[in-house]
Every structure is written in C-alpha cells, then in structure tokens.
C-alpha cells in the first residue's frame, strides 16, 4: 500500500503496489474471490484489521490504498474505522467512485485512493477534512509513493527511477513491472522499491493486477513467506470503455 504503479496495456491496464509494513502486522491472506450480496469481489485480506489494501471485481475496476494524502501526518487514534474496509465496501456497489463520493469518512485516517473504473483514472486524497480527486492521463504511465514513509527528495528519486526505466522499455508486459517493483535498488533499504528498515517497516508483498480485453491476472507476491499466487479469470461483463474528456494531471476536484 505504500508504492503503487499504473502502466497503460492493450485494452486494458497494469496496476502494481508494494505493501510496505510493520513487520509484526502479520500476514496477509492471498488473493481470493468473496461473495458481497451480489457482487464478487476480489482482495488480498489483511490478516489483522480483516481489510484490504488492493482490490478488483468481475468487470474489471481495481482500486489499491496508500496510507497518507498530501503531506505526513501526525496520527490521531483512535479511528472509527480502519482504512481496509473502504475498498470492499465502496465495490459493493456497481459505481465505486460514487460510493466513494458518498462514503461517511468522519474519523478515518488519511489516505490515497487510486481507482480505475471503466477506463477512468482517479487519484482520491482524503486528508481527514477532504476528498480531493483528481483525475490521471490514461495513455501515461504513473507511480505513486506514500507520503507516511517517503519524504519529498525519496519520492522525487523513486519517480526518476520510474521515469527513466519506461524509457528503456518499448512494451511494458506484467512480468516486467514486477520485477521493477521487486529489484529497484534492492541494496538501497531506505527507499529502494523494496525497503527494510532496522527491522520495524518492510516490504511484506508485491500484488499486480493486469487486465487485457476481457482477460484479468490478479498475482500476489508474498515476500516473507516466499510464496507467489495468481488467480486468473475472465469478466462476467464487457462494459464500454470511455475516456474522459478532461484528464489530465492538472484537474483537482474538491468533494
């Protein structure tokens, strides 16, 4: 939840995120299928708080969670509600984002969003008075790095490295987005794609969910475990993807 990537693919998308936590949080669950009503939704699930950091269902949106929004904050327990149950519970419905928009976020702590839904690409700050969307170039690649565990000059740093890798790359396939994830500066511990810090914060996963016309992957990477899974299907629904007319890094919506 604490690195995420979006690479544009044929007819569809590759999101990938790095889970970076403390490393007594436990260990997640890998990625299955669960029955919401009538909605199957799927999500590696924390084994702590029983939430998710990323999720997707059977049409093809896909959402994952970065702890933090614009800056660092200080926290202030306890929360309602812990972070985790958002995504499961804005994809109980058919539009996540307006349930997002609706969502009661009085006594969450602050967090990102980055949501693709039916072609559209937001980034969803809330900073614990707000949410702010802004909506993503979906012809661009994009990287974010939570503002909790980065500061400034890291992320800048993580972003040219970012940058500077697609430029070596003529066709981007999953594989190759995760082994960006898995093998950036892997000696570099602090802020490398992969960190481990004096032994309290670390990368615990790598999860990449990548959709091509009708055809999802959804992999999962549990690095303290040594264990890969990938759960593989098709969508139960093609719907129309549509642009949107106004994206680009510039458009700030205040909800």
């Not at 990625?31 to 799927?42: E, M, N």
């Not at 699930?45 to 994952?64: C, H, L, R, V």
Request: aromatic share 12%; charged share 20%.
């Amino acid at each position: 939840m604490c690195t995420v990537s979006y690479i544009p693919y044929k007819n569809g998308v590759i999101l990938t995120s790095n889970r970076d936590e403390h490393i007594n949080r436990g260990i997640a669950l890998y990625p299955k299928f669960y029955q919401f009503a009538d909605k199957k939704l799927a999500f590696p699930k924390d084994s702590k708080a029983g939430g998710t950091w990323f999720i997707t269902n059977e049409y093809g949106d896909a959402a994952i969670l970065l702890n933090g929004a614009f800056e660092k904050h200080t926290p202030i327990p306890p929360y309602r509600k812990s972070r985790g149950h958002i995504l499961p519970e804005i994809f109980h419905f058919d539009s996540p984002f307006d349930a997002l928009k609706k969502y009661n976020l009085n006594g969450i702590e602050n967090f990102t969003i980055i949501l693709w839904e039916q072609g559209t690409l937001r980034e969803c700050k809330w900073d614990g008075e707000n949410l702010k969307i802004r909506l993503h170039n979906t012809d661009q690649a994009h990287i974010w790095s939570s503002v909790t565990l980065y500061d400034e000059d890291m992320i800048f740093k993580r972003h040219c490295w970012f940058y500077d890798w697609l430029k070596t790359r003529n066709r981007i396939m999953q594989e190759d987005i995760i082994n960006f994830h898995s093998n950036t500066h892997l000696n570099n511990r602090e802020y490398g794609l992969r960190i481990s810090r004096a032994n309290l914060i670390a990368t615990s996963s790598i999860t990449s969910f990548c959709l091509e016309n009708t055809k999802a992957v959804f992999y999962h990477y549990d690095i303290m475990q040594n264990i890969e899974s990938t759960l593989d299907y098709n969508l139960i629904q093609v719907q129309q993807i549509i642009k949107p007319i106004n994206a680009d890094s510039g458009i700030t919506q205040k909800i």
